[in-house]
């Protein structure tokens, strides 16, 4: 992970390894044991069908061999050196009972010196950064740096695969080019050159494909950059982004969704927040903000463009859509989120839906991080084929580098190939992962439709029994 060292970084950590020794502690509501809560593929269902009367459902991680999460080894880089113990103590994520049964097992856990450009984040981080690259070295050197990094950890810790996940602090958007950001012939040169609008984030993705790593941008930054993509087609290199999608924005890919799909017409969309951790302090910065502003806006675009009942003219006749993010010390990583949906209903009728979530930021992004982890490397191992005339050979070949259409549950703005339709309706994007796991086990897609349970009951209607009513 690029940000081992933050709430994030060291709440996975923690929450591997507690789960990897069956931790328990005490809380003030009673003893806890540790657990996967808010993983969709450890803790969400499928339905296999039906025994006799009674749905069976299993678990999405039995589906398909998926890797153990309590098996993965974790290291990464950090602009700041402090040990994973210590960090997770400034974090004030996690119980300090628990805290304090798995700091012996991160306290020799320090992450690898990163690169350190000012100009991509806010200046206050500058207190942090102890732990960079030299400034001297070339972007390219950078790379460099970084790919040898990905091998000496591989080899030292006897790795089949790695993933690399950016969990660090939200850049600017980079200024898009021609002839720097459009190809990856163009990329490469830009960063033999030094060019300076490539970020720290876009030279962690290119060091990740260049050793055959798949790479995750969970920040709203325009790290996979065309550039990009392109590099990781001609590797066959799996890539996701942008931005873990954790708490308010899922919850406004189900009411949007709610809205629209029940014929009501959304007015306006209103979202604030307010947290306290490292990350509230760098969205401060309005350059910063921007790029979160932008992954938080359009997860209402395709529920609008589906409906020219109530959109005839689509993202024109779209709501009012803002989205306020300040950073108030005092709340810690424990987020406020309260939003406002304005919309109108029947006869001209007005009605507002009012929402106020407080949750643990790192809590609930842990999971989400654990989920990306597993899901991009089972890409790795998927070739597809398109079906030929009866008898001729198939031609397997890997998936598009981009899987934002498998991943949409996950990912605020996901990305995704040419062609492939995004889709933002968080129940529709499970669907979709849920699906996909099933067709690899040899299941069929699942419809909902449980039409072969209505025909069955046409053919052989049953009585209706009533349960007696005594007074």
Same mark, same amino acid.
């Given at each position: 992970?690029?940000?081992?060292?933050?709430?994030?970084?060291?709440?996975?950590?923690?929450?591997?390894?507690?789960?990897?020794?069956?931790?328990?502690? *005490?809380?003030?509501?009673?003893?806890?044991?540790?657990?996967?809560?808010?993983?969709?593929?450890?803790?969400?269902?499928?339905?296999?069908?039906?025994?006799? *009367?009674?749905?069976?459902?299993?678990?999405?991680?039995?589906?398909?061999?998926?890797?153990?999460?309590?098996?993965?080894?974790?290291?990464?880089?950090?602009?700041?050196?402090?040990?994973?113990?210590?960090?997770? &103590?400034?974090?004030?994520?996690?119980?300090?009972?628990?805290?304090?049964?798995?700091?012996?097992?991160?306290?020799?856990?320090?992450?690898?010196?990163? $690169?350190?450009?000012?100009?991509?984040?806010?200046?206050?981080?500058?207190?942090?950064?102890?732990?960079?690259?030299?400034?001297?070295?070339?972007?390219?050197?950078?790379?460099?740096?970084?790919?040898?990094?990905?091998?000496?950890?591989?080899?030292?810790?006897?790795?089949?695969?790695?993933? $690399?996940?950016?969990?660090?602090?939200?850049?600017?958007?980079?200024?898009?080019?021609?002839?720097?950001?459009?190809?990856?012939?163009?990329?490469?040169?830009?960063?033999?050159?030094?060019?300076?609008?490539?970020?720290?984030?876009?030279?962690?993705?290119?060091?990740?494909?260049?050793?055959?790593? #798949?790479?995750?941008?969970?920040?709203?930054?325009?790290?996979?950059?065309?550039?990009?993509?392109?590099?990781?087609?001609?590797?066959?290199?799996?890539? #996701?982004?942008?931005?873990?999608?954790?708490?308010?924005?899922?919850?406004?890919?189900?009411?949007?969704?709610?809205?629209?799909?029940?014929?009501?017409?959304?007015?306006? $969309?209103?979202?604030?927040?307010?947290?306290?951790?490292?990350?509230?302090?760098?969205?401060?910065?309005?350059?910063?903000?921007?790029?979160?502003?932008?992954?938080?806006?359009?997860?209402?675009?395709?529920?609008?463009?589906?409906?020219?009942? !109530?959109?005839?003219?689509?993202?024109?006749?779209?709501?009012?859509?803002?989205?306020?993010?300040?950073?108030?010390?005092?709340?810690?990583?424990?987020?406020?989120?309260?939003?406002?949906?304005?919309? *109108?209903?029947?006869?001209?009728?007005?009605?507002?839906?009012?929402?106020?979530?407080?949750?643990?930021?790192?809590?609930?992004?842990?999971?989400?991080?654990?989920?990306?982890?597993?899901?991009?490397?089972?890409?790795?191992?998927?070739?597809?084929?398109?079906?030929?005339?009866?008898?001729?050979?198939?031609?397997?070949?890997?998936?598009?580098?981009?899987?934002?259409?498998?991943?949409?549950?996950?990912?605020?703005?996901? !990305? $995704? #190939?040419?062609?492939?339709?995004?889709?933002?309706?968080?129940?529709?994007? &499970?669907?979709? !992962?849920?699906?996909?796991?099933?067709?690899?086990?040899?299941?069929?897609?699942?419809?909902?439709?449980?039409?072969?349970?209505?025909?069955?009951?046409?053919?052989?209607?049953?009585?209706?029994?009533?349960?007696?009513?005594?007074?």
């Amino acid at each position: 992970m690029i940000g081992l060292g933050g709430n994030n970084g060291t709440t996975v950590t923690a929450q591997i390894l507690a789960n990897r020794e069956h931790v328990r502690w *005490e809380t003030k509501d009673g003893p806890m044991e540790a657990n996967f809560l808010g993983s969709l593929l450890q803790c969400s269902t499928s339905s296999l069908g039906f025994c006799g *009367e009674e749905e069976v459902f299993v678990p999405f991680k039995s589906l398909v061999p998926l890797v153990d999460p309590t098996q993965i080894v974790v290291g990464g880089w950090d602009i700041n050196n402090m040990n994973l113990a210590d960090a997770m &103590r400034r974090a004030k994520v996690l119980d300090i009972n628990l805290q304090q049964q798995v700091a012996p097992m991160m306290r020799h856990m320090v992450p690898l010196p990163s $690169v350190y450009i000012p100009d991509f984040i806010a200046s206050e981080q500058s207190e942090r950064a102890n732990n960079t690259l030299p400034a001297t070295l070339s972007r390219w050197e950078a790379v460099e740096h970084l790919r040898a990094d990905i091998r000496n950890f591989k080899t030292a810790n006897h790795l089949d695969k790695i993933v $690399v996940l950016w969990t660090a602090s939200t850049e600017r958007f980079c200024q898009e080019t021609v002839g720097v950001h459009d190809s990856a012939d163009n990329l490469l040169a830009a960063i033999h050159a030094s060019h300076a609008e490539i970020s720290p984030s876009t030279l962690f993705a290119v060091a990740s494909i260049l050793e055959g790593c #798949a790479f995750v941008n969970g920040s709203p930054q325009n790290t996979l950059v065309p550039g990009v993509v392109d590099l990781a087609t001609r590797h066959h290199v799996p890539i #996701a982004g942008s931005d873990f999608k954790t708490g308010q924005t899922k919850l406004k890919s189900v009411l949007v969704d709610f809205l629209i799909s029940s014929g009501i017409r959304p007015l306006s $969309v209103v979202s604030y927040n307010h947290l306290g951790n490292n990350d509230g302090a760098n969205l401060a910065n309005p350059r910063c903000f921007r790029s979160k502003e932008i992954s938080k806006s359009s997860v209402c675009d395709d529920m609008i463009a589906g409906n020219q009942v !109530l959109f005839p003219e689509g993202k024109k006749d779209g709501p009012d859509h803002l989205v306020i993010i300040k950073y108030c010390p005092a709340v810690g990583d424990s987020k406020r989120a309260m939003d406002e949906y304005y919309s *109108e209903i029947a006869m001209g009728g007005k009605n507002t839906i009012s929402i106020h979530n407080v949750c643990e930021d790192s809590l609930l992004a842990a999971p989400v991080i654990i989920d990306l982890a597993c899901t991009i490397e089972l890409f790795t191992r998927i070739e597809v084929a398109a079906a030929g005339a009866p008898g001729s050979a198939l031609e397997y070949q890997p998936f598009h580098p981009l899987m934002g259409s498998f991943l949409g549950f996950l990912l605020k703005a996901p !990305l $995704v #190939a040419p062609g492939v339709p995004l889709v933002n309706s968080l129940f529709k994007q &499970r669907l979709c !992962l849920e699906n996909l796991l099933r067709v690899l086990r040899g299941l069929e897609p699942n419809t909902l439709m449980n039409l072969e349970r209505n025909v069955e009951a046409a053919r052989h209607p049953a009585v209706p029994t009533f349960a007696a009513i005594h007074h």
